[in-house]
Nanobody
Framework: QVQLVESGGGLVQAGGSLRLSCAASGRTFSTYGMGWFRQAPGKEREFVAA????????YYADSLKDRFTISRDNAKNTAYLQMNSLKPEDTAVYYC??????????????????WGQGTQVTVSS
């Protein structure tokens, strides 16, 4: 079992930055991959970024890779999503997820076994 708790969301002006955190507990954090997804109102959940168990490999949605950075600190059992140059269209609930089978980094949302409750990010214009 894995429990995930996101934090760091909030209201930010366009052009600003936020860093989301995802604190994990339960299964040993350094044994599974992590991903970030987001869901805007009226839209389907969208892949943002993924990172493997060691942090040595990352993968991004093409449209976000120039502005967003995923990372992890296995000593702190925490994954991060650094978001820069935020735009109003980045407004969404952001979720972290755990892939305990260490699938390919481009695995869809259905490949993640555990999810956090989400944190709201609102970008004002």
């Amino acid at each position: 079992q894995v429990q995930l708790v996101e934090s760091g969301g909030g209201l930010v002006q366009a052009g600003g930055s936020l860093r989301l955190s995802c604190a994990a507990s339960g299964r040993t954090f350094s044994t599974y991959g992590m991903g970030w997804f987001r869901q805007a109102p009226g839209k389907e959940r969208e892949f943002v970024a993924a990172i493997n168990w060691s942090g040595g490999r990352t993968y991004y949605a093409d449209s976000l890779k120039d502005r967003f950075t995923i990372s992890r600190d296995n000593a702190k059992n925490t994954a991060y999503l650094q978001m820069n140059s935020l735009k109003p269209e980045d407004t969404a609930v952001y979720y972290c997820a755990a892939d305990i089978h260490n699938s390919r980094l481009d695995v869809p949302a259905s490949g993640y076994e555990y999810w956090g409750q989400g944190t709201q990010v609102t970008v004002s214009s």
